[in-house]
């Protein structure tokens, strides 16, 4: 059946099809994880070319509403989790924000003494004690995430008694040991998966990925956490607000 497109319109027939496809899936027509149309597909139903067709599939891929799976199709994306650096939040916080439900799988959990690097971001000696806690992180069952944290015994002590698939690490934090979270300092990059990275969240090898390392304070300075994170740069995003500095009245003043 052919469905009815305007061919008198100013906007290209491609980007019809685009918007008809993004109807159907906001509607829940089209649901998330499902196959779109494929090429032959909108080929049929709108009558148009072939090349028409791939340049609708392509536009929505570029959008990240769809994503082509190599000899099986395209399929409606996950919706991607913004997180906003604005506000200090768990993992979780942001997560059930959002209206998906958080989950994590504990990797390890161990007692031991920081490298340099981590040693340095909690300003303490190579000589004492840390825990690492690593894990994955899910939304909607699906990984998002891969997180290393490193937390000072103590700050802390006897923290391997949580379990922490199923608490959050910010809450036995501000609950159990009534420590004041403050601010965060994070520093974005972009890296791609090595082997390892790529079969903890599901993807190929050398898949681009967002890579965070971030610094947790209290409310009197110290840093209570070290860690870095991996994101799947398909399904996370970050939003950084900026204000306008005044610079007039800097100048001013100095």
């Not at 959002?98 to 190579?126: G, M, Q, W, Y």
């Not at 209290?218 to 306008?244: D, M």
Request: hydrophobic fraction near 35%; charge should be neutral.
């Amino acid at each position: 059946m052919v469905q009815q497109i305007s061919r008198s319109s100013y906007k290209p027939i491609y980007l019809q099809i685009c918007e008809l496809i993004r109807e159907k899936i906001d509607s829940g027509e089209i649901s998330t994880g499902s196959r779109v149309w494929s090429e032959s597909d909108i080929m049929e139903k709108f009558n148009v070319s072939r090349n028409t067709a791939r340049k609708a599939i392509e536009t929505l891929e570029n959008e990240g509403i769809v994503a082509r799976i190599q000899g099986k199709g395209s399929f409606v994306s996950q919706p991607k989790v913004d997180y906003g650096l604005q506000y200090l939040m768990s993992f979780s916080e942001e997560i059930n924000a959002k209206r998906l439900v958080p989950t994590s799988k504990v990797v390890c959990f161990t007692r031991e003494h920081p490298d340099a690097f981590h040693a340095d971001n909690l300003k303490i000696t190579e000589d004492e004690w840390v825990f690492k806690l690593e894990r994955i992180r899910n939304a909607d069952k699906y990984p998002i995430a891969y997180q290393v944290t490193f937390i000072p015994e103590k700050l802390c002590p006897d923290l391997q008694q949580y379990n922490f698939s199923k608490k959050s690490l910010y809450e036995v934090f501000e609950k159990e040991y009534n420590h004041v979270l403050s601010w965060q300092k994070t520093i974005i990059k972009p890296v791609v998966a090595d082997n390892y990275i790529a079969e903890i969240l599901n993807v190929s090898p050398q898949t681009p990925l967002l890579y965070t390392e971030s610094i947790t304070y209290l409310a009197g300075g110290t840093p209570i956490e070290s860690n870095k994170n991996i994101y799947l740069s398909e399904r996370y995003q970050f939003t950084v607000l900026s204000h306008r500095f005044d610079t007039t009245r800097s100048m001013e003043e100095k």
